[in-house]
């Protein structure tokens, strides 16, 4: 499975960005898709995830109510949408992708990355 990350960019504070991760390769479409963050001196940490169909997702605290995953498995595509941008939220987005399994929201976990797509968000 080969993940390709696009969509990054610089944006102000409050504003917004789409982020677009395109799957190919045999049984892309039957993983559960992630996207996970690091920014300089830190740790990969989970952002948000969602199964095959696109039936369950899940968020990290830091980003509920700002950022909406979604996927379109016609196009093999997983999506990003992130709304009132801040600061913090500075840093290389990857997709991942794995089997659905409780880990989701461990990067260790997942097999499969992407190259990574940078955000910068300006105060």
């Known amino acids: 499975v080969q993940l390709q990350a696009s969509g990054g960019g610089l944006v102000q504070a409050g504003g917004s960005l789409r982020l677009s991760c395109a799957a190919s390769?045999?049984?892309?479409?039957?993983?559960?898709m992630a996207w996970f963050r690091q920014a300089p001196g830190k740790e990969r940490e989970f952002v948000a995830v969602?199964?095959?169909?696109?039936?369950?997702?899940d968020y990290a605290d830091s980003v509920k109510d700002r950022f909406s995953i979604s996927r379109d498995n016609a196009k093999n595509t997983v999506y990003l949408q992130m709304n009132n941008l801040k600061p913090a939220d500075t840093a290389v987005y990857f997709c991942?992708?794995?089997?659905?399994?409780?880990?989701?929201?461990?990067?260790?976990?997942?097999?499969?990355w992407g190259q990574g797509t940078q955000v910068t968000v300006s105060s």
């Open positions: 390769g045999r049984n892309a479409r039957t993983l559960a």
């Open positions: 969602t199964n095959w169909s696109g039936s369950i997702t």
């Open positions: 991942g992708a794995k089997n659905w399994d409780r880990n989701y929201g461990r990067a260790f976990a997942y097999r499969y």
